[in-house]
């Protein structure tokens, strides 16, 4: 098992930056995808961004590509996601997910198979 623990949310104004981390402890992070989810008051959870378990792969849904980063150190057990350029439409609660999986270079971009999950971040974009 792994547990997660996000951190790093917060109140921002349109065009700031923030950095969330997620740190993990248990077994081996490095044998985990991982992944952000995002949800919003009213509204379901959604995908926002997944990393294979190298680091090497990744994928992000189309409203935060280019401005969102995703990244890992797996020395560290911990996972980032470099948001830049918020705009209020991010608000929302920030989760991160992780997936044990054989494969190396591989993200997943469902919620189904992502069997852990942390308590979510606060991220509140004000315009």
């Known amino acids: 098992q792994v547990q997660l623990v996000e951190s790093g949310g917060g109140l921002v104004q349109a065009g700031d930056s923030l950095r969330l981390s997620c740190a993990a402890s248990?077994?081996?992070?490095?044998?985990?995808?991982m992944a952000w989810f995002r949800q919003a008051p009213g509204k379901e959870r959604e995908f926002v961004v997944a990393?294979?378990?190298?680091?090497?792969?990744?994928y992000y849904q189309g409203s935060v590509k280019g401005r969102f980063t995703i990244s890992r150190d797996n020395a560290k057990n911990t996972m980032y996601l470099q948001m830049s350029s918020l705009k209020p439409e991010d608000t929302a609660v920030y989760y991160c997910?992780?997936?044990?999986?054989?494969?190396?270079?591989?993200?997943?971009?469902?919620?189904?198979?992502?069997?852990?999950w942390g308590q979510g971040t606060q991220v509140t974009v004000s315009s």
């Open positions: 248990g077994r081996s992070f490095s044998n985990y995808a």
């Open positions: 990393i294979s378990r190298s680091g090497g792969s990744t």
């Open positions: 997910a992780a997936r044990l999986t054989d494969y190396i270079d591989v993200y997943y971009a469902r919620e189904f198979g992502y069997a852990y």
